[in-house]
């Protein structure tokens, strides 16, 4: 079965460097979520896009910008980067059910392990 | 405020010792909470929804219930293939499909 696809795997960036970080997430799934899992730390939610509009907004800071196609692929951009950012970068999809219905489940991808020097 | 607790951190266990991680939680409006396993390095694997106290699920070796304040995850007779971190999550208001995790249980079986 097809998985969340999550580009690149590794990235190396200097201080006060721009990144991106693509996800393509499973075939009709509508929903992109993006996480932010630091060393030893819990996936902390930044954002997250349903049908290519932000639907919420976490801890993401103002450096880091993204949205979702309308291939429903999905970018995070993060510009002056700082060494606090080296972390692994987590997308997720899921597919809504309907208001009111049961919780639908994410699916992750493997993952964008950045690291700022 | 929402907040979700595991516990312990870390949990070294002998192949075949039996146990249960801990995870509880204290939010408004709870809609579903899920059990992910993590290994290093990699995407968090998902493993179970819950939706309601009492409600309790089971894969291979692991097994999953529900309380109004708390859910466990027991392994029975693990292997040394259940070393991972498994992580809990809760989502909570309607509209609002995000996950928030607690800081997960490492666990280690020991062969």
């Known amino acids: 079965a097809a998985g969340v696809i999550q580009s690149p795997r590794h990235l190396i960036k200097e201080k006060r460097e721009t990144a991106t970080l693509k996800c393509y997430p499973i075939?009709?799934?509508?929903?992109v979520y993006w996480y932010q899992q630091g060393p030893g730390q819990d996936p902390q939610f930044l954002i997250s896009?349903?049908?290519?509009?932000?639907?919420d907004k976490g801890s993401i800071p103002d450096r880091f910008s993204a949205q979702q196609f309308s291939d429903y692929h999905s970018e995070l951009n993060m510009s002056s980067l700082e060494l606090g950012d080296s972390a692994l970068y987590f997308c997720?999809?899921?597919?809504?059910?309907?208001?009111?219905?049961?919780?639908?489940?994410?699916?992750f991808g493997a993952g964008s392990r950045l690291t700022v020097l | 405020e929402d907040q979700v607790t595991q516990s312990p951190e870390a949990l070294r266990l002998q192949e075949g010792e039996s146990s249960s991680l801990n995870c509880s939680y204290t939010?408004?409006?709870?809609?579903?909470l899920f059990w992910y396993r993590q290994d290093p390095g990699k995407g968090p694997e998902f493993l179970f929804t819950?939706?309601?106290a009492g409600e309790e699920k089971e894969k291979e070796r692991l097994k999953a219930t529900l309380t109004k304040k708390e859910s466990f995850l027991h392994i029975t007779a693990p292997k040394p293939e259940d070393s991972a971190t498994y992580l809990c999550?809760?989502?909570?208001?309607?509209?609002?499909?995000?996950?928030?995790f607690g800081t997960g249980t490492r666990l280690t079986i020991i062969p």
């Open positions: 997720a999809s899921s597919a809504r059910q309907g208001s009111g219905s049961g919780a639908n489940v994410l699916t």
């Open positions: 075939p009709r799934h509508d929903t």
């Open positions: 819950l939706y309601s």
């Open positions: 999550a809760v989502r909570i208001n309607f509209g609002n499909e995000k996950l928030t």
């Open positions: 896009f349903y049908e290519k509009m932000q639907s």
């Open positions: 939010v408004s409006g709870l809609r579903g």
